[in-house]
C-alpha cells in the first residue's frame, strides 16, 4: 500500500524564481492538504485540493496556488519566492473531505537563496 | 478560531524513564486531537488520535494520551522510553465539522539520554 509521495526532496532556488512541488495521495484517497513547517515551528496549513477545488485555505499569499488532477495528485506553486519561503512543505492525503484523519508525505525541504 | 499549545518546547529523559508531554488546545467548538511524531529529516507519522468514547487512546509505539476536556488537554506519555523515541512531537486539532486542517502545537523536542 503506497504512502503519500512528495517531489523533489530537496529544492534549491533564488529570491523571484518560482517553484512547483508534487505530491500523490495515499492509494484510495482523494483529498489533498498542503503545509508549511519553517525550521522549529510548527506545519501552517496552506491549502486544501478536493475534486479538483480548492476547498479552504490559510492564511497565505496569492503568491502560493495549488492544483489537483483527475488521479487526485496535486502540485502547489509559489511564485517570486522571498528567503522567507524557506521550509519544509509537507503534502497530506484523506479520504473524503470529511474525514478526520490526515496521513502525510515525507515532504520537500525547499531552500530559497 | 483554534489553537494549540505545547507547554515544553523542549524535554530531556532518561532511557527507560516515564515521559509526559504538554499539550493544551483552544476552540469555542467541538475538537479531534492528534499527536503526530517527527524523526529527523522526515515527514509526520501519526501516533495516535482521539475521536471520541474512551478519554484514554492508545497509539503506536507504547504511547498513549488522555483527552481532559474540562481542563482543555491532551496530554502524551510512555511509562518507559527508548534512545529511538528521539524526535519532535506536535500536538494537533481539528473541527468535527467542516473541511478539515489541522492546527498544530509548536512542538516538542523529546530528547532521551543514555
Known amino acids: 500500500d503506497a504512502g503519500v509521495t512528495q517531489s523533489p526532496t530537496h529544492l534549491i532556488k533564488t529570491r523571484g524564481q518560482q517553484v512547483t512541488l508534487r505530491c500523490s495521495p495515499k492509494s484510495g484517497h482523494d483529498t489533498v492538504s498542503w503545509y508549511q513547517q519553517a525550521l522549529g515551528q510548527g506545519p501552517q496549513f496552506i491549502f486544501q485540493?478536493?475534486?479538483?477545488?480548492?476547498?479552504q485555505r490559510g492564511n497565505f499569499p496569492d503568491r502560493f496556488s495549488g492544483h489537483q488532477f483527475p488521479n487526485y495528485s496535486s502540485e502547489l506553486n509559489v511564485n517570486a519566492l522571498l528567503l522567507g519561503d524557506s521550509a519544509l512543505y509537507l503534502c497530506?492525503?484523506?479520504?473524503?473531505?470529511?474525514?478526520?484523519?490526515?496521513?502525510f508525505g515525507p515532504g520537500t525541504r525547499l531552500l530559497v537563496l | 478560531a483554534q489553537s494549540v499549545t505545547q507547554l515544553d518546547s523542549q524535554v530531556p529523559v532518561f532511557e527507560e524513564a516515564p515521559v509526559e508531554l504538554r499539550c493544551n488546545y483552544s476552540s469555542s467548538v467541538s475538537v479531534y486531537l492528534f499527536w503526530y511524531v517527527q524523526y529527523p529529516n522526515q515527514g509526520l507519522q501519526l501516533l495516535l488520535k482521539y475521536l471520541s468514547g474512551s478519554t484514554l487512546v492508545k497509539g503506536i509505539n507504547g504511547f498513549e494520551a488522555e483527552f481532559n476536556k474540562s481542563q482543555t488537554s491532551f496530554h502524551l506519555r510512555k511509562p518507559s522510553v527508548h534512545i529511538s523515541d528521539t524526535a519532535e512531537y506536535f500536538c494537533?486539532?481539528?473541527?468535527?465539522?467542516?473541511?478539515?486542517?489541522?492546527?498544530f502545537g509548536q512542538g516538542t523536542r523529546l530528547t532521551i539520554n543514555p
Open positions: 497530506a492525503s484523506s479520504l473524503g473531505i470529511q474525514q478526520e484523519t490526515q496521513y
Open positions: 494537533a486539532v481539528t473541527l468535527t465539522q467542516g473541511a478539515q486542517k489541522l492546527v
Open positions: 485540493y478536493y475534486e479538483e477545488e480548492e476547498r
